[in-house]
């Protein structure tokens, strides 16, 4: 699951505005809107939140879960790592 601050920090750091990440992701401005909008867990479809994701690993962020290789175990968002390719 993704928190709405995850989702709108996830967003700034991929350097996108809301329309862009609709435009990658295949939904509307106003899905992301309300989605940003949520309060905690964002509420929406498990395909329309799936796209959401996909469009952020694309632009290279990756969504930390609560309690999975974070310094202080919170939810979070980070760059992922560089390739070596």
Do not use: C, F, Y
């Not at 899905?31 to 949520?38: H, K, L």
């Not at 905690?40 to 498990?46: A, I, P």
């Amino acid at each position: 699951m993704i928190t709405a601050s995850q989702l709108r920090a996830a967003r700034a750091l991929a350097g996108v505005d809301q329309r862009q990440l609709a435009e990658r992701s295949g939904l509307s401005v106003p899905t992301i809107q309300r989605m940003e909008a949520s309060n905690g867990l964002v509420r929406g479809n498990v395909d329309s939140l799936n796209r959401i994701i996909i469009a952020l690993n694309a632009a290279g962020v990756e969504l930390i879960d609560e309690g999975i290789a974070s310094p202080t175990g919170g939810r979070g968002v980070r760059l992922k790592p560089a390739s070596t390719a």
